[in-house]
């Protein structure tokens, strides 16, 4: 047992290739969503249509050039134009008001303000158009004079993420994302390769058990993921300030519950497939993409068809993000997620039973 | 274990011995012993059923009818036993390639349970036998292919099995190097261990102790070497071969 675990060691240290997944991945992915991937909008053109040019709709143009979301992208005159510039892609917005603004407002009308912007890009489009409808509104809620007029002021308050930070909504997906892959991708690949090379071959007929050969397997795995999943957290605390508002004891069992799910559904992929091309497709296929894509960790859960909402509930990184998205923002204890925690402690017990059962003591 | 009170009764016992895959029958009542200490080859062609019947003596899988004793324990009940006393060399290359010499020597001495100071004096030994106790650092990837076979042979045996089986253990081997690792089996079998030994080379036929010929599952011949020429009157091991072989309906 001992010396195959120095074994495994010994492998992974000495492949430059496994060396730069287990500890370079985590870091550049951090830093990547961390900066690169962003759901705040920032420093985007915006054209204005402004035919009346009074005191309000300067006021307003203003407004938002001085949010710092916005930048000025030039005056248009006409609709032909404004089409031309979506064309061109320099402008993400046009901001069109309507004939004699203030005079009309002062009337007592309902001057128009219009707000095209750029759908090809749905999810900017719609964060600009909020963007800008709140500048406006609360400007024309300071201009109405009338205090008998009932106005309905929502105030909002956004917990848990006060300043909106995407950052804060990436570090739990990313901490999922990556313990799935090192875990599951280097574990299966890892016995696959002992099967590829014929050694595999050579350790069943030794006396050593099936089980101690996929827990040798597994031990240095779960040792350099945990290891994973403590420098995210202290790369995301530091360079991103990231708080883990509760306990991180329990944030670190958690961690190691998910890492040995992660390593029993990478030994269960190893037992199907005989080399590693095919334990690195299976993996990249059957774990990293719904971990992307299923898990909720980019797309809300809630918000797709109900046959892929309840396909997601046998995503395991739906339920780890659920509960790391409590420790981390909410603060929470296990009281509030001990349903997540039982699935995946399910989860786990059934994959372990599985690739135990279906890894073969006899080579057929 | 010392074979003291079994040295009369032969290593390996299969009466009857048959394994069939649904209605394909691979080992179709199988018969033959092997002494301690004997050399025992083990032919056939390509799909003879050579591999099933490697894989049931060596407790990989179970045979579905018959009697089968290895080293004295039965391939129903006691494969753990079996897998202590066996040694095993695939034909497909079974050491690291990363890492080194003795890390390969430490890793497989430590699955059988050998003791640290064990492990580390016989390495030395067999590594000066081999004369290259001067590689014991090297790692194996950067080896010629001949004192890689050598070495997954040392390894093999390392643990002092009763038996060795050696699947097709010099393929792709050159004739110098394979004549070197005939006289390391020459030497283990003197040393009390018996070997048991696949191939595709007559030549090798010839270095056996005894031969047994498979055909569609069959053993059709079971003899010295000598014998069988003189049977099948042939002026070689390779004719004798080809005379069974070529009644063969199963081959790849």
């Not at chain 1, 004699?100 to 749905?122: H, M, W």
């Not at chain 1, 590829?196 to 058990?209: D, Q, R």
């Not at chain 2, 005894?210 to 003899?223: C, F, K, N, P, Y």
């Not at chain 2, 000598?226 to 091991?237: E, Q």
């Amino acid at each position: 047992m001992k010396r195959f675990i120095i074994k495994e060691f010994l492998h992974i240290f000495r492949d430059i290739r496994s060396m730069v997944i287990l500890f370079g991945m985590p870091v550049a992915q951090v830093l990547l969503f961390g900066f690169a991937i962003s759901n705040e909008v920032r420093d985007v053109h915006v054209a204005i249509v402004d035919p009346s040019h009074d005191v309000i709709t300067n006021a307003i143009v203003q407004k938002m050039f001085a949010s710092g979301y916005f930048l000025p992208g030039g005056e248009l005159s006409s609709s032909s134009e404004i089409e031309e510039s979506f064309r061109q892609g320099k402008n993400k917005m046009v901001v069109v008001f309507s004939n004699d603004f203030a005079t009309r407002f002062q009337r007592g009308e309902k001057p128009s303000v219009q707000l095209i912007a750029d759908a090809s890009d749905p999810n900017t489009a719609n964060l600009l158009v909020s963007y800008a409808g709140n500048i406006i509104q609360n400007y024309s809620r300071q201009l109405i004079i009338a205090p008998n007029v009932p106005v309905v002021n929502p105030e909002t308050r956004m917990l848990y993420n006060p300043a909106l930070k995407s950052v804060y909504m990436f570090v739990p997906g990313i901490i999922t994302v990556l313990l799935m892959l090192v875990s599951a991708m280097m574990t299966s690949i890892s016995i696959a390769r002992e099967k590829e090379l014929g050694t595999m071959e050579v350790l069943l007929v030794s006396p050593l058990k099936p089980f101690h050969i996929v827990a040798g397997k597994v031990m240095p795995y779960v040792l350099l993921s945990f290891i994973n999943a403590l420098s995210i957290l202290a790369l995301s605390y530091t360079v991103f300030g990231v708080p883990v508002n509760g306990s991180l004891l329990l944030l670190l069992a958690e961690s190691i519950l998910f890492i040995l799910l992660a390593l029993s559904l990478g030994i269960f992929i190893s037992t199907i497939s005989n080399n590693q091309q095919t334990a690195m497709m299976l993996s990249m296929f059957a774990l990293m993409l719904p971990t992307i894509l299923l898990s909720g960790f980019i797309f809300p859960v809630e918000n797709m068809p109900l046959p892929l909402q309840i396909f997601s509930t046998l995503m395991p990184p739906r339920w780890f993000i659920i509960i790391v998205k409590s420790i981390m923002l909410k603060g929470t204890g296990i009281a509030y997620f001990w349903k997540e925690t039982l699935i995946l402690i399910v989860m786990t017990i059934v994959f372990i039973v599985a690739s135990v059962k279906k890894f073969k003591i006899r080579l057929s | 274990m010392t074979t003291t009170e079994l040295a009369d009764r032969p290593v390996i016992m299969a009466e009857n011995l048959v394994k069939r895959f649904g209605s394909f029958v691979a080992n179709d009542h199988l018969n033959f012993n092997v002494e301690k200490g004997e050399i025992f080859g083990f032919l056939g062609a390509n799909g003879a059923g050579k591999t099933t019947a490697i894989r049931i003596l060596c407790g990989l899988s179970k045979p579905t009818s018959g009697k089968i004793m290895v080293a004295g324990y039965d391939v129903y009940t006691q494969t753990e036993k079996i897998k202590k006393h066996i040694g095993y060399m695939s034909q497909r290359f079974s050491l690291y390639e990363d890492l080194t010499i003795a890390e390969n020597f430490r890793f497989y001495g430590g699955i059988y349970e050998m003791r640290p100071q064990n492990i580390k004096q016989v390495t030395a030994e067999m590594l000066s036998k081999l004369e290259i106790s001067n590689l014991a650092n090297t790692i194996i990837a950067s080896l010629p292919l001949g004192i890689r076979q050598k070495l997954a042979f040392s390894v093999a045996i390392m643990h002092r099995p009763e038996i060795v089986f050696l699947d097709e253990p010099t393929g792709g081997v050159d004739p110098i190097t394979r004549r070197q690792f005939w006289e390391m089996i020459y030497e283990a079998a003197a040393s009390g261990i018996t070997v048991f030994v696949t191939t595709h080379y007559m030549d090798e036929a010839e270095y056996c102790d005894r031969v047994s010929i498979m055909v569609d599952g069959r053993i059709e011949a079971l003899d010295t070497p000598a014998n069988l020429r003189k049977t099948y009157n042939a002026a070689g091991m390779n004719e004798v071969f080809l005379m069974l072989a070529r009644k063969a309906k199963n081959t790849d």
